[in-house]
């Protein structure tokens, strides 16, 4: 099958927009939900595009009443600017939708009450969507940048933990000034169940990045982070110490001594030959 008529077959409505849809006939909102409904589509399939163009694995396209998320089968190993591409791809897409829709205003196409109200939508999602919280794409933004200051693992954990702190603070802001807000409540729900859920997998996420450092295709490393631990380590702290986008040379010091082990061997023995606890020192000690 053409992998671009294979996008719509990656797409999926969670069940809770069937129960918005039906409170939305019974309220007289249906028109408003589908608007917002195709803003959110054309935002997803801005992800989905760009990342089939660098030939990305998507594993869907889940759809929200309030949002999206476009679920990629890569794992932080791809080069940054395609990472980076692939996210502010969905931002993007609003720009496009300003654009038509001034163009469908001025061809009298739109009328000037669904004109005032798509530029509403489409502004509000864009903003909503820019924000620094997990997953949207600004919380995205936040993980690929702190990527290239630290190590996966710990970038990870630090978007989360910025994450929580800035939805706390939109609780907040929610209950003082827009308290009866119920769409934005729910909003704020659902991201504080995905940060949960983020964070109750991200020794999974962690150990799917060193698969695909491991098992998945050769990738070509610009760069090399050498990495100065001690003989005692165990080989899975080393492990947290690795980055996206960087080959590794792991020096291991010993009484005044250092040997030069490469990411591969430390790999090798925590997927193949399951010495996750042992010191790293032990690896060297077997050439």
């Not at 028109?31 to 163009?53: S, T, Y």
């Not at 005032?116 to 933004?141: A, F, T």
């Amino acid at each position: 099958m053409n992998k671009w008529l294979s996008i719509f077959m990656n797409i999926h409505i969670h069940p809770l927009f069937w129960f918005i849809a039906l409170m939305a006939i019974m309220t007289a909102q249906f028109q408003m939900l589908l608007l917002l409904f195709w803003i959110v589509l054309w935002h997803e399939l801005g992800h989905v595009i760009a990342a089939h163009l660098f030939s990305w694995r998507v594993k869907r396209i889940l759809l929200l009443p309030f949002g999206g998320v476009a679920e990629m089968d890569e794992h932080g190993n791809r080069p940054f600017h395609e990472e980076l591409i692939v996210i502010l791809a969905g931002p993007f897409q609003h720009i496009v939708i300003f654009f038509i829709a001034y163009i469908a205003h001025s061809a009298n196409i739109l009328s000037d009450e669904w004109y005032k109200q798509l530029l509403e939508y489409n502004l509000s999602i864009l903003l909503i969507n820019l924000l620094p919280i997990w997953p949207l794409d600004g919380g995205k933004l936040l993980f690929l940048y702190r990527t290239m200051r630290t190590s996966f693992r710990r970038a990870h954990e630090q978007t989360l933990y910025a994450s929580s702190l800035f939805l706390i603070a939109c609780f907040i802001a929610l209950f003082i000034f827009v308290p009866l807000q119920i769409n934005l409540w729910i909003i704020g729900l659902f991201l504080a169940h995905a940060i949960w859920v983020e964070w109750k997998q991200r020794t999974y996420v962690w150990i799917r990045f060193l698969l695909e450092r491991y098992y998945g295709k050769r990738i070509e490393y610009r760069a090399l982070k050498r990495l100065v631990v001690d003989a005692n380590d165990p080989l899975f702290r080393v492990l947290l110490l690795f980055h996206r986008g960087k080959k590794h040379a792991i020096l291991v010091k010993k009484n005044q001594m250092e040997m030069e082990l490469d990411e591969n061997e430390l790999l090798y023995a925590y997927f193949h030959e399951k010495r996750t606890n042992e010191p790293i020192g032990h690896l060297i000690y077997m050439y």
